[in-house]
């Protein structure tokens, strides 16, 4: 059994849950995310408290129960809070900054390197150096911020590249003169 899945997931007011036909429809104040379930798993709404239940104990089943009670309480935040990414430009003269639905990221190639923004995702710059991705579907968000990161990952000597805001990037020493060796 999974320990997860076990799990109960609490439905906050202005939120509704709907289970039909092997998909999931969760409505909130932001929007309306569905998902479909697949495998032997139920989804039971028992006075605003959500039940993931696997039907039989086969290992497949076991895995999905945790995934489906988490993917379902990742819905359930997004519908009602919503979900947000931050990001950092680090780098000597390059920035990020937004171009009607387009991003437009100054980080040191010859041109400037546009990223269109996706349908359900709000990409934001409060400062030039500074990227912010927002959005309801948890997974989304977090695929958006690693596809921003890719274009420029952080090198190790410097530092430059772009950066998950708080992110650690482990320095290395640089090359040493030749001085002393024969």
Same mark, same amino acid.
């Given at each position: 059994? &999974?320990?997860?899945?076990?799990?109960? =997931?609490?439905?906050?007011?202005? #939120?509704?849950?709907? !289970?039909? %036909?092997? +998909?999931?429809?969760?409505?909130?104040?932001?929007?309306? /995310?569905?998902?479909?379930?697949?495998?032997?798993?139920?989804?039971?709404?028992?006075?605003?408290?959500?039940? +993931?239940?696997?039907?039989?104990?086969?290992?497949?089943?076991?895995?999905? @129960?945790? $995934?489906?009670?988490? /993917? =379902?309480?990742?819905? +359930?935040?997004?519908?009602?809070?919503?979900?947000?990414? &931050?990001?950092? *430009?680090?780098?000597?003269?390059?920035?990020?900054?937004?171009?009607?639905?387009?991003?437009?990221? %100054?980080?040191?190639?010859? @041109?400037?390197?546009?990223? +269109?923004?996706?349908?359900? =995702?709000?990409?934001?710059?409060?400062?030039?150096?500074?990227?912010?991705?927002?959005?309801?579907?948890?997974?989304? *968000?977090?695929? #958006?911020?690693?596809? $921003?990161?890719? =274009?420029?990952?952080?090198?190790? !000597?410097?530092? !430059?590249?772009?950066?998950?805001?708080?992110?650690?990037?482990?320095?290395?020493?640089?090359?040493?003169?030749?001085?002393?060796?024969?």
């Amino acid at each position: 059994m &999974s320990r997860i899945g076990k799990q109960s =997931i609490a439905i906050p007011a202005g #939120v509704t849950v709907e !289970y039909a %036909n092997s +998909v999931v429809t969760v409505k909130g104040g932001k929007g309306t /995310l569905t998902r479909e379930i697949k495998g032997n798993i139920d989804v039971k709404n028992e006075g605003g408290v959500l039940h +993931v239940v696997a039907l039989d104990e086969a290992q497949e089943t076991n895995a999905l @129960h945790g $995934l489906y009670r988490a /993917l =379902i309480a990742a819905m +359930v935040k997004g519908v009602s809070e919503g979900f947000t990414k &931050s990001l950092e *430009v680090k780098g000597v003269g390059w920035k990020a900054q937004m171009q009607g639905a387009k991003l437009v990221l %100054n980080v040191g190639f010859s @041109h400037p390197v546009e990223f +269109v923004q996706p349908a359900g =995702i709000k990409i934001e710059c409060p400062s030039p150096t500074d990227i912010t991705v927002s959005g309801i579907d948890k997974v989304l *968000v977090g695929q #958006v911020a690693a596809d $921003l990161r890719a =274009i420029r990952v952080p090198e190790p !000597y410097h530092g !430059y590249g772009i950066r998950y805001k708080g992110e650690h990037i482990e320095h290395k020493e640089g090359k040493t003169s030749g001085k002393g060796k024969k």
